[in-house]
């Protein structure tokens, strides 16, 4: 797997804050976090462009790696609705050719 | 506005069969990208297109083709099914600003017997 994901399950309580990472071994123009409920597609939830970039999005917090090649995904506060499967991807273009890449991603259980 | 549109929802095939299936992108978006998605696993890659043009191809055999049309829409065709097609398949559409960031559609569970 280009992207792994750490850790692959997590379960935590409500009101915990979590972090989610993601590494790789290629270099990734960009990199975004999605999320995943039970049939349904992966929602976007951050986008970072810049080497060592820090966004924010409510109560989530990413930062891409100097390197370009890692991530990371804090959640703050958490709540029930925030379970789902977190994946990362990267983006690349080699030779002309662009392609996004998903982790396996990082099941989310958050006990009331 | 409408977010991406996929169909049929659900799919039943028999092997050996070919399968056709649709996406519409969000309205002003040109970009559509096809993943493949087996449970337990992230989505793979199988394509890109941008005005009409492949601009990335995944992993795939060439059982697997796509096209794009002038309205931007998209299909994926699979051709001589295998069990092992079975999966949830993604369509994808991006602006062209941003053509790193995928907005999905709900998918088409396909299943093949």
């Known amino acids: 797997q280009l992207l792994e994901q750490s850790p692959q399950f997590l379960s935590i309580q409500e009101g915990e804050n979590l972090t989610v990472y993601c590494n790789s071994s290629?270099?990734?123009?960009?990199l975004q976090w999605y999320r995943q409920e039970p049939g349904e597609g992966p929602v976007l939830l951050i986008a970072?462009?810049?080497?060592?970039e820090l966004t924010s999005n409510g109560r989530l917090t990413a930062q891409f790696g100097i390197t370009r090649k890692d991530s990371f995904l804090n959640i703050s506060a958490s709540i029930p609705s925030d379970v789902g499967i977190y994946f990362c991807?990267?983006?690349?273009?080699?030779?002309?050719?662009?392609?996004?890449?998903f982790g396996k991603g990082t099941k989310l259980t958050v006990n009331p | 506005d409408a977010g991406v549109t996929q169909s049929p929802t659900h799919l039943i095939k028999t092997r050996g069969q070919q399968v056709t299936l649709r996406c519409s992108p969000i309205?002003?978006?040109?970009?559509v990208s096809w993943y493949q998605q087996v449970l337990g696993q992230g989505p793979q890659f199988i394509f890109q297109?941008?005005?009409?043009?492949?601009?990335g191809r995944g992993n795939f055999p060439d059982r697997f083709s796509a096209r794009q049309f002038p309205n931007y829409s998209s299909e994926l065709n699979v051709n001589a099914l295998l069990l092992g097609d079975s999966a949830l398949y993604l369509c994808?559409?991006?602006?062209?600003?941003?053509?790193?960031?995928?907005?999905f559609g709900q998918g088409t569970r396909l299943t093949v017997v």
């Open positions: 290629s270099v990734f123009s960009s």
């Open positions: 970072l462009y810049k080497a060592g």
């Open positions: 991807a990267g983006y690349q273009t080699q030779g002309g050719s662009e392609k996004l890449v």
């Open positions: 309205s002003g978006h040109k970009s």
């Open positions: 994808a559409s991006s602006p062209r600003d941003r053509v790193t960031e995928a907005f």
């Open positions: 297109y941008y005005e009409k043009e492949e601009r």
